[in-house]
């Protein structure tokens, strides 16, 4: 049965392309994904959704993956999404007309792939971060956290260059950093001990060598021995044991992206440089935070960034 | 009743096992170099699961007292016996006559105390050969390897089983992440203070490991027959087998040789009494989703206690105090969580005891005890600001049959920071090996001449109704922290020793449920920060109990107040000073029928800190017993003053 349904919809996906092929010129929107896991295709379906829900029709539009771009490549949209790094890479070496809306990654993706395809940010070849800024992430510690004074961060090779611009925005707030800087090669635990030392919470800072599966468990453990919280920037570490995050989901991704969709289908440029998300979410675990001693409302605290973000 | 007649070597169990994470590697999943969407997106495994997540103070079923590291090196105490001075209505001995320095609280400090559980990282460590004595136990972990002690004031047998009558002592070690490198202390001082340690943490793919020895030494209480010298290794090792298991290795062996006896005592004459215990724990637990765990653990421990010496009157006869003694346990237990408001944890547990002694029991047969437990503990949160704990453990004993130790306990937030705290439970302490079979009988070219211990093995459980009020306030903005406990523990059918006729040997002893007796009273703990880097913990305890010690015809039940007070202040340099206060009423000696005067003490500590290369250190100077000597155990010894220079380097 499984294998039978898999026929149709192979089918119907082939006459599905050959329709959109013969109807390249006529094409709003091709839609490129790294790849079809959850969380691209939930974003590609809001994306889809909200732009059905304006108007534009689901045949003007086409989803392809970063491996099919290449068959892909003769159409003339008016746009092209990237979602994720791999596809905002082939994009990056691919000779488009349409502009190019990279988003579902985050900034130093993107600026990476700017790096390395020679490319600047234009409005030809734009983003819509996954990441969040730091001003928010400290108004999150300041709303949340409010007896917190010492944040403590750890740097890795990549995260590093954000130092500056955290330091100076924590000092702004009447807040100090606690950092440990951790190369290449060289151990987690003992720059994590001395940041916990000192630290009233631990930010994390998106850095695989530091942050991932394997570390994880000896982060959260040390921290949470000291009782100091981790604020985190994904929902998952806060399934982990994280006392909070702030993030966006890939919803709200493609919600975004389906505005500045519109926007350009409109006549409008893409904006040259790229954004963060407007909307986001904040995560809380309430098991953790009760343990703590700490009563966390996410919602509450999302409204109340929400609105501070529109007071000027 | 089985008898057996079996040894097991925890050794061959541990060098199997250390022998196998040489080689245990674990895949390790690749982690790309660059930030990318995968780092927002992923997912993680689940850390700080339901049963890792600790409940606060304020709600749990009942007044805990936190010893943390910081406070342990403040103490500048050497035994874990010693730090019990800091927490409420605990009374300590330091002497090692009976096995190892040992504590009672609200005032059941005997010869050999055995109403408190002792819990190291989960395992059970009161010694079945010593009458279910917790000192030996205490011993087994060095106190530089502890992360906090969490002593559960009143009895706490629905979470711990029958041990836990009065009360549990609950020591978690470090974890091995946070003990990575080389770390060593040497200390040396007055009565032959001699104490070293080092040990040594790594981390591998595998998980992280940790591998420390260290001795304790010193000539021991003043008019003993010391020195006392304990000897340790202990090794601990954390495995993660993927993202949703975890695996700890716990082996370790402490050799206790204590300086015992007195001089004038014939039967009680000066001699060296050789403790050594082994153990080996390991402990699996699965995360099986954000809401549920399951852990599983088996251990298996060994005592062996070598104490004998010659009869003087009666050349050619030697008085046999030793034998050994094991324990097998399994337990399993599953914790889970119903919404955000119920969350229950549930298991089982299988212990057997097999105790070896002809002394003790004039058989080379092992005495065999199983024990098979079932318990289920459930936190409800009833409203937003009202807490209910509720379980039980039901026990099942080869050697006295069923029992169930009940507790209910609610926890009602009045306001923010305060904590109104209401329950009672009931709790149930089977007879020891010894309290039912002792059989200590002398034999002269190998006709028995006397006995002085004959049971007839009458004796019942005792048991325990325990009610309490407790109050937690939280004061923030004075910085100060205030816990009372107000209680009634009614002990019914007690278990005493009483003197009887022997048609053969005369005047012999055996245990029975003679007493029922009552302990009322008030406690609390003050925390409270008086002015920059100064910190004040008061503690007091007045129990009013109508115990009566049989042999003592001086002593009358009688109020009985214990105070203490720990100034800690921080100093220009990063100096720690320390000056503790204890104080204590008269009352019964612990190791003899007699009345023992009041006593105080007065430690004081100061501690610099220090930087070898990129590693942290202290030196610290610490004088205990300020005052004049006071009495400790039996009137004979005393704990005079000492004064000891350590010299610590931290991982």
């Given at each position: 049965?499984?294998?039978?349904?898999?026929?149709?919809?192979?089918?119907?996906?082939?006459?599905?392309?050959?329709?959109?092929?013969?109807?390249?010129?006529?094409?709003?929107?091709?839609?490129?994904?790294?790849?079809?896991?959850?969380?691209?295709?939930?974003?590609?379906?809001?994306?889809?959704?909200?732009?059905?829900?304006?108007?534009v029709?689901?045949?003007?539009?086409?989803?392809?993956?970063?491996?099919?771009?290449?068959?892909?490549?003769?159409?003339?949209?008016?746009?092209?999404?990237?979602l994720?790094?791999?596809?905002?890479?082939?994009?990056?070496?691919?000779?488009?007309?349409?502009?190019?809306?990279?988003?579902?990654?985050?900034?130093?993706?993107?600026?990476?792939?700017?790096?390395?395809?020679?490319?600047?940010?234009?409005?030809?070849?734009?983003?819509?971060y996954?990441?969040?800024?730091?001003?928010?992430?400290?108004?999150?510690?300041?709303?949340?956290?409010?007896?917190?004074?010492?944040?403590?961060?750890?740097?890795?090779?990549?995260?590093?260059?954000?130092?500056?611009a955290?330091k100076?925005?924590?000092q702004?707030?009447?807040?100090?950093l606690?950092?440990?800087?951790?190369?290449?090669?060289?151990?987690?635990?003992?720059?994590?001990?001395?940041?916990?030392?000192?630290?009233?919470?631990?930010?994390?800072?998106?850095?695989?060598?530091?942050?991932?599966?394997?570390?994880i468990?000896?982060?959260?453990?040390?921290?949470?021995?000291?009782?100091?919280?981790?604020?985190?920037?994904?929902?998952?570490?806060?399934?982990?044991?994280?006392?909070?995050?702030?993030?966006?989901?890939?919803?709200?991704?493609?919600?975004?992206?389906?505005?500045?969709?519109?926007?350009?289908?409109?006549?409008?440029?893409?904006?040259?440089?790229?954004?963060?998300?407007?909307?986001?979410?904040?995560?809380?675990?309430?098991?953790?935070?009760?343990?703590?001693?700490?009563?966390?409302?996410?919602?509450?605290?999302?409204?109340?960034?929400r609105?501070?973000?529109?007071?000027? | 009743?089985?008898?057996?007649?079996?040894?097991?070597?925890?050794?061959?169990?541990?060098?199997?096992?250390?022998?196998?994470?040489?080689?245990?590697?674990?895949?390790?999943?690749?982690?790309?170099?660059?930030?990318?969407?995968k780092?927002?997106?992923?997912?993680?495994?689940?850390?700080?699961?339901v049963?890792?997540?600790?409940?606060?103070?304020?709600?749990?079923?009942?007044?805990?007292?936190?010893?943390?590291?910081?406070?342990?090196?403040?103490?500048?105490?050497?035994?874990?016996?010693?730090?019990?001075r800091?927490?409420?209505?605990?009374?300590?001995?330091?002497?090692?006559?009976?096995?190892?320095?040992?504590?009672?609280?609200?005032?059941?400090?005997?010869?050999?105390?055995?109403?408190?559980?002792?819990?190291?990282?989960?395992?059970?460590v009161?010694?079945?050969?010593?009458?279910?004595?917790?000192?030996?136990?205490m011993?087994?972990?060095?106190?530089?390897?502890?992360?906090?002690?969490?002593?559960?004031?009143?009895?706490?047998?629905?979470?711990?089983?029958?041990?836990?009558?009065?009360?549990?002592?609950?020591?978690?070690?470090?974890?091995?992440?946070?003990?990575?490198?080389?770390?060593?202390?040497?200390?040396?001082?007055?009565?032959?203070?001699?104490?070293?340690?080092a040990?040594?943490?790594?981390?591998?793919?595998?998980?992280?490991?940790?591998?420390?020895?260290?001795?304790?030494?010193?000539?021991?209480?003043?008019?003993?027959?010391?020195?006392?010298?304990?000897?340790?290794?202990?090794?601990?090792?954390?495995?993660?087998?993927?993202?949703?298991?975890?695996?700890?290795?716990?082996?370790?062996?402490?050799?206790?040789?204590?300086?015992?006896?007195?001089?004038?005592?014939?039967?009680?004459?000066?001699?060296?009494?050789?403790?050594?215990?082994?153990?080996?724990?390991?402990?699996?637990?699965?995360?099986?989703?954000?809401?549920?765990?399951?852990?599983?653990?088996?251990?298996?421990?060994?005592?062996?206690?070598v104490?004998?010496?010659?009869?003087?009157?009666l050349?050619?006869?030697?008085?046999?105090?030793?034998?050994?003694?094991?324990?097998?346990?399994?337990?399993?237990?599953?914790?889970?969580?119903?919404?955000?408001?119920?969350?229950v944890?549930?298991?089982?547990?299988?212990?057997?005891?097999?105790?070896?002694?002809?002394?003790?029991?004039?058989?080379?047969?092992?005495?065999?005890?199983?024990?098979?437990?079932?318990?289920?503990?459930?936190?409800?949160?009833?409203?937003?600001?009202?807490?209910?704990?509720?379980?039980?453990?039901?026990?099942?004993?080869?050697?006295?049959?069923?029992?169930?130790?009940?507790?209910?306990?609610?926890?009602?937030?009045?306001?923010e920071?305060?904590?109104?705290?209401?329950?009672?439970?009931?709790?149930?302490?089977?007879?020891?090996?010894?309290?039912?079979?002792?059989?200590?009988?002398?034999?002269?070219?190998?006709?028995?001449?006397?006995?002085?211990?004959?049971?007839?093995?009458?004796?019942?459980?005792?048991?325990?109704?325990?009610?309490?009020?407790?109050?937690?306030?939280?004061?923030?903005?004075?910085?100060?922290?205030?816990?009372?406990?107000?209680?009634?523990?009614?002990?019914?059918?007690?278990?005493?020793?009483?003197?009887?006729?022997?048609?053969?040997?005369?005047?012999?002893?055996?245990?029975?449920?003679?007493?029922?007796?009552?302990?009322?009273?008030?406690?609390?703990?003050?925390?409270?920060?008086?002015?920059?880097?100064?910190?004040?913990?008061?503690?007091?305890?007045?129990?009013?109990?109508?115990?009566?010690?049989?042999?003592?015809?001086?002593?009358?039940?009688?109020?009985?107040?214990?105070?203490?007070?720990?100034?800690?202040?921080?100093?220009?340099?990063?100096?720690?000073?320390?000056?503790?206060?204890?104080?204590?009423?008269?009352?019964?000696?612990?190791?003899?029928?007699?009345?023992?005067?009041?006593?105080?003490?007065?430690?004081?500590?100061?501690?610099?800190?220090?930087?070898?290369?990129?590693?942290?250190?202290?030196?610290?100077?610490?004088?205990?017993?300020?005052?004049?000597?006071?009495?400790?155990?039996?009137?004979?010894?005393?704990?005079?003053?000492?004064?000891?220079?350590?010299?610590?380097?931290?991982?």
């Amino acid at each position: 049965m499984r294998f039978f349904l898999r026929f149709l919809l192979l089918a119907y996906g082939f006459m599905f392309y050959l329709v959109t092929t013969v109807q390249a010129a006529e094409l709003a929107v091709v839609i490129v994904s790294s790849e079809r896991s959850a969380a691209y295709v939930e974003a590609e379906q809001a994306l889809l959704s909200e732009l059905e829900r304006g108007g534009v029709s689901r045949y003007d539009m086409l989803q392809v993956t970063a491996q099919e771009w290449a068959g892909a490549g003769a159409l003339k949209p008016k746009l092209i999404v990237a979602l994720g790094s791999e596809a905002a890479t082939v994009l990056a070496k691919a000779e488009t007309r349409a502009p190019v809306l990279c988003t579902l990654l985050p900034r130093s993706s993107f600026e990476r792939i700017l790096r390395t395809s020679g490319r600047k940010s234009s409005s030809q070849f734009s983003a819509l971060y996954l990441d969040q800024p730091l001003s928010r992430q400290v108004e999150l510690i300041r709303l949340a956290l409010p007896a917190a004074r010492r944040i403590g961060v750890l740097w890795g090779p990549e995260s590093q260059a954000q130092a500056p611009a955290l330091k100076a925005l924590l000092q702004s707030s009447g807040l100090e950093l606690v950092e440990a800087s951790v190369g290449r090669d060289e151990l987690l635990f003992p720059a994590l001990k001395r940041v916990l030392d000192d630290s009233d919470l631990l930010l994390a800072v998106a850095e695989p060598q530091l942050f991932n599966s394997s570390s994880i468990q000896n982060i959260l453990l040390a921290s949470f021995r000291v009782r100091v919280p981790l604020v985190a920037f994904s929902p998952a570490y806060v399934r982990a044991g994280a006392l909070i995050a702030l993030h966006v989901t890939p919803t709200q991704v493609g919600l975004q992206a389906a505005a500045i969709t519109r926007g350009v289908l409109q006549g409008k440029s893409l904006s040259a440089t790229p954004v963060y998300s407007h909307d986001f979410s904040v995560t809380v675990n309430e098991h953790v935070a009760r343990s703590l001693g700490l009563t966390l409302d996410a919602v509450a605290l999302r409204d109340r960034l929400r609105s501070r973000e529109a007071t000027p | 009743m089985e008898k057996q007649n079996k040894s097991k070597s925890a050794w061959f169990h541990s060098s199997c096992l250390l022998g196998l994470l040489g080689w245990t590697s674990v895949a390790v999943a690749q982690v790309p170099e660059a930030v990318s969407e995968k780092d927002f997106l992923g997912d993680m495994p689940i850390v700080l699961s339901v049963s890792r997540l600790p409940q606060r103070l304020d709600e749990t079923p009942g007044a805990v007292t936190i010893i943390d590291r910081n406070m342990i090196r403040l103490s500048g105490a050497r035994d874990v016996a010693d730090l019990m001075r800091l927490v409420p209505g605990f009374r300590v001995s330091d002497s090692f006559e009976a096995g190892a320095p040992q504590v009672g609280y609200h005032n059941n400090l005997t010869t050999f105390s055995n109403r408190i559980q002792v819990m190291v990282d989960g395992r059970s460590v009161y010694s079945p050969f010593m009458l279910g004595h917790t000192g030996t136990g205490m011993q087994t972990v060095a106190i530089d390897d502890i992360e906090r002690i969490e002593v559960l004031r009143g009895s706490n047998s629905a979470a711990y089983g029958a041990r836990a009558f009065l009360g549990t002592i609950n020591i978690v070690t470090r974890d091995p992440v946070d003990t990575l490198g080389f770390a060593a202390h040497l200390a040396s001082g007055d009565n032959g203070i001699n104490d070293a340690r080092a040990s040594m943490g790594w981390a591998s793919d595998a998980g992280n490991f940790r591998l420390g020895v260290d001795r304790r030494a010193d000539t021991g209480l003043d008019g003993s027959s010391g020195p006392d010298v304990v000897s340790r290794f202990n090794f601990r090792g954390d495995v993660r087998l993927g993202a949703a298991d975890q695996v700890e290795v716990r082996a370790g062996q402490t050799s206790v040789e204590a300086g015992v006896g007195f001089a004038q005592a014939i039967g009680n004459a000066p001699r060296q009494r050789v403790t050594e215990t082994s153990f080996i724990q390991l402990d699996w637990r699965r995360s099986l989703n954000a809401d549920q765990d399951l852990a599983v653990g088996v251990s298996h421990a060994d005592e062996t206690n070598v104490d004998q010496f010659p009869y003087v009157l009666l050349p050619g006869l030697t008085l046999d105090f030793g034998g050994r003694a094991s324990t097998e346990q399994f337990n399993i237990q599953h914790t889970f969580r119903q919404g955000s408001n119920l969350r229950v944890v549930w298991g089982a547990e299988l212990r057997q005891e097999r105790v070896t002694s002809q002394a003790l029991y004039n058989t080379d047969e092992t005495l065999v005890t199983d024990f098979t437990r079932y318990f289920g503990n459930a936190e409800w949160r009833i409203r937003s600001d009202l807490l209910l704990n509720a379980g039980g453990m039901f026990e099942k004993n080869s050697m006295s049959g069923d029992n169930f130790s009940p507790r209910v306990m609610f926890n009602w937030h009045i306001t923010e920071g305060q904590t109104l705290r209401w329950g009672v439970s009931q709790a149930q302490r089977p007879p020891t090996t010894f309290e039912k079979f002792s059989n200590v009988v002398y034999s002269y070219a190998g006709v028995p001449v006397a006995a002085t211990w004959m049971a007839r093995g009458g004796v019942r459980p005792e048991k325990v109704l325990s009610r309490e009020i407790g109050y937690l306030g939280d004061f923030p903005r004075l910085g100060l922290n205030l816990d009372v406990r107000v209680f009634n523990e009614s002990v019914q059918d007690a278990i005493k020793y009483i003197g009887y006729q022997s048609p053969i040997y005369g005047e012999v002893k055996d245990f029975a449920n003679v007493e029922d007796f009552t302990i009322q009273g008030i406690e609390y703990q003050l925390k409270c920060s008086l002015w920059r880097g100064a910190q004040l913990i008061l503690n007091q305890s007045l129990v009013d109990s109508s115990w009566t010690d049989g042999g003592n015809k001086d002593y009358k039940p009688q109020p009985y107040l214990s105070s203490g007070l720990m100034l800690l202040q921080k100093l220009p340099g990063g100096v720690d000073f320390s000056l503790m206060y204890q104080q204590a009423d008269a009352t019964n000696y612990a190791g003899i029928s007699s009345m023992a005067p009041a006593t105080s003490r007065t430690d004081v500590r100061l501690g610099w800190p220090l930087r070898v290369g990129n590693k942290r250190g202290e030196v610290s100077f610490v004088v205990q017993n300020l005052g004049p000597a006071y009495p400790d155990f039996v009137p004979a010894l005393n704990f005079r003053r000492q004064a000891f220079v350590m010299l610590k380097l931290e991982n």
